[in-house]
């Protein structure tokens, strides 16, 4: 079945910029039914979505991130990709990648990846 | 603030019957988009445990049942078990400022 690894720095300066990038396995980016997104949970704390992209690039940013969010699609390479700019403390959460289902729902995640922002 | 609200925290003995709530809006469930619940165990990444307000994933046991009505959506559990102990998260579509994917802030089921 589809599976979905993320990767990139567990650890980041605050003011930097955090990049992580998911591999799609067993399955293709490139469907037409799916779009793919980033959701994170700070510790202890809820989800929060970060984005969703369609494999030909459209976007969707959650509002109280858009400014400091980029997402991007490597089709040849099975993967998309979070930038998230300027990070601070409160950025510091697990990082997940998902599926998308047509319905709207989150059908495959990754398993995680902690990043810290701490200097 | 989530835009979808869940109580913080439910419990239920073995073998009983549990519900979670999900309120929210007419920008989001009361709009008519579907609500989907997901189930978090310690440690581990969040399962998709309903889509489409009713709707099992396979491989999902029927103990775990949803509903929508109006602008609210609840998960209900039967037949509680120890194995059910976890977080419990729903989410929706949302239209007011801008089109996005939302979560409620998420319900510790305690089995006693």
Known sequence: QLQLQESGPGLVKPSETLSLTCTVSIGSISSSSYYWGWIRQPP???????GSI??????????????RVTMSVDTSKNQFSLRLNSVTAADTALYYCARVSFGGHFDYWGQGALVTVSS | ??????PPSVSGAPGQRVTISCTGSSSNIGAGYDVHWYQQLPGT???LLIFGNSNRPSGVP???SGSKSGTS????ITG??????ADYYCQSYDSSLSD???FGGGTKLTVL
Do not use: C
Request: net charge neutral; glycine share 6%.
């Open chain 1, 44 to 50: 202890g704390k809820g989800l929060e979505w970060i």
């Open chain 1, 54 to 67: 369609y494999y030909r690039g459209s976007t969707y940013y959650n509002p109280s991130l858009k400014s």
């Open chain 2, 1 to 6: 603030q989530s835009v979808l609200t869940q």
């Open chain 2, 45 to 47: 990444a969040p399962k």
């Open chain 2, 62 to 64: 029927d103990r775990f």
């Open chain 2, 73 to 76: 959506a609840s998960l209900a």
């Open chain 2, 80 to 85: 509680l078990q120890a194995e059910d102990e």
């Open chain 2, 100 to 102: 996005n994917w939302v």
